[in-house]
Each structure stands twice: as C-alpha cells, then as structure tokens.
C-alpha cells in the first residue's frame, strides 16, 4: 500500500492498521470510515477484503484531496470514495444503513491538550465530542451492523459509556505496548440495537523486549491478519 502524507503535522502510524483488521467486514458490504484523513484504514480495510466498499467522512478538505490521491495511487477509487464534512454536521450526501461504522477519532479532550496540538483535528477533539463520533456512528449504521472504534485506554469508561444503551454485544480488545505494561490503547467492537453482555477479548502485545514487533502484531501489521473476536 503506497500512502502520501501531509510533510507536517499528524501522520499515521499503526493505529489505523490496526483499526482495520478489527473491522468484521465481507464482500459486498458498505464501511463508514468517520474522521478518514488521508485515507490509511479504508485503505488497509479495501487492501484486506476485496469487493468491499468505503465511504469516508473528513473535516479537512485538504486531507480529504490527499485521500483521493491516496485512492487512485492503490487503484481502489471505485470502491473507496471521501466526503468532506464534520461528525457534528454531517453532509447531506453522506449515506446511512452502513453495514459497519469504523473510527480512529481524536484521543484528546480540548481541555487536555497543549498548546502545540491545540489545532490539530486529528489529535485534539476540536470539533465534536467523542460523543458525537458515537452518535453519529449510531445514527448511521443499519440495526444489528459493527461499530468499531480504537482509542486511548483510559478514556475506555467515558467510550462504553456513550455507547451504552443503543448498542451493545461489546467486545474490548486491549492493546499492550509490551508484555507486562499497562494498555494505552482499545479497539472496542458493538453492535447497533443489541443487548449482548461486555466481552473482554485476549488482547495483543505490540512489541517484544528488544523493540521489535512481537510475532502476533506482525502477523496484523505485514502479513494482512484480522482480531478474531
């Protein structure tokens, strides 16, 4: 997968890939990609199962144009495709009865931020609330369909939290930096309009005591691997 980036501020990482491969996606089926960016999970998504399609939402034109590029570089334009607009104001155009919502939405309150990330949308929640990407989430994926989010494991209460009641069958995956360290991120997986009780998933440490990816990350990051929940 080739991926342009903006030459300053915010650039994707392993968040996104990872994001993907927990998304319960099939052939044929439609993915919501909230807050798309440049376009790095809809693309590992479209990279891993072919005949899915992506539809993305993103605030920023101009991460939105380098998502366009990023589609037609990985000649998956015609099943992956960019909307510009805002989770608090979400355009007309954008579709709903999705079969899956997934997002990677900013990891810091306003309040919490410095002043160097103060603007940076895709770091700080600068417009919308993590209750907002929930919502709109909700509003917009058809009964019964996957809502998957990856964010920072201490604000995993407040995630559940917005989530609970209108979706449940909850499964919480913990992401480990390295074996015996505490999670500092989730991927969190529910299902619109169910009642299913919390699930806590084997999760998966990232790297190995030398720095190295562990075995079981390569198998997600490299070698095209999904979570098996």
């Given at each position: 997968?080739?991926?342009?980036?903006?030459?300053?501020?915010?650039?994707?990482?392993?968040?996104?890939?990872?994001?993907?491969?927990?998304?319960?996606?099939?052939?044929?089926?439609?993915?919501?990609?909230?807050?798309?960016?440049?376009?790095?999970?809809?693309?590992?998504?479209?990279?891993?199962?072919?005949?899915?399609?992506?539809?993305?939402?993103e605030v920023q034109p101009e991460?939105?144009?380098?998502?366009?590029?990023?589609?037609?570089?990985?000649?998956?334009?015609?099943?992956?495709?960019?909307?510009?607009?805002?989770?608090?104001?979400?355009?007309?155009?954008?579709?709903?009865?999705?079969?899956?919502?997934?997002?990677?939405?900013?990891?810091?309150?306003?309040?919490?931020?410095?002043?160097?990330?103060?603007?940076?949308?895709?770091?700080?929640?600068?417009?919308?609330?993590?209750?907002?990407w929930v919502a709109l989430a909700?509003?917009?994926?058809?009964?019964?369909?996957?809502?998957?989010?990856?964010?920072?494991?201490?604000?995993?209460?407040?995630?559940?939290?917005?989530?609970?009641?209108?979706?449940?069958?909850?499964?919480?995956?913990?992401?480990?930096?390295?074996?015996?360290?505490?999670?500092?991120?989730?991927?969190?997986?529910?299902?619109?309009?169910?009642?299913?009780?919390?699930?806590?998933?084997?999760?998966?440490?990232?790297?190995?005591?030398?720095?190295?990816?562990?075995?079981?990350?390569?198998?997600?990051?490299?070698?095209?691997?999904?979570?098996?929940?």
């Open positions: 997968m080739r991926l342009y980036q903006p030459r300053r501020g915010y650039r994707a990482a392993i968040d996104p890939v990872l994001l993907a491969a927990a998304v319960a996606a099939g052939a044929g089926e439609h993915v919501l990609d909230l807050g798309m960016g440049v376009g790095a999970a809809a693309l590992c998504l479209a990279s891993r199962i072919a005949g899915v399609r992506i539809t993305g939402l991460l939105a144009a380098i998502a366009a590029r990023n589609m037609v570089s990985n000649a998956v334009s015609e099943r992956v495709s960019v909307v510009v607009g805002d989770v608090i104001a979400p355009p007309a155009a954008l579709a709903t009865g999705f079969d899956h919502v997934m997002a990677n939405p900013p990891y810091l309150p306003r309040e919490r931020s410095t002043d160097s990330a103060r603007d940076d949308a895709a770091v700080v929640e600068v417009s919308g609330k993590l209750g907002d909700l509003a917009r994926v058809r009964p019964k369909g996957t809502i998957t989010f990856i964010h920072r494991a201490d604000r995993l209460a407040e995630l559940l939290g917005v989530l609970h009641p209108r979706a449940g069958d909850m499964v919480v995956v913990p992401l480990w930096p390295r074996a015996g360290a505490s999670a500092k991120r989730v991927l969190v997986r529910a299902r619109a309009g169910l009642r299913g009780p919390l699930r806590l998933a084997p999760g998966l440490s990232l790297h190995q005591s030398d720095g190295d990816y562990t075995d079981a990350a390569q198998d997600i990051l490299r070698d095209g691997a999904t979570f098996d929940f």
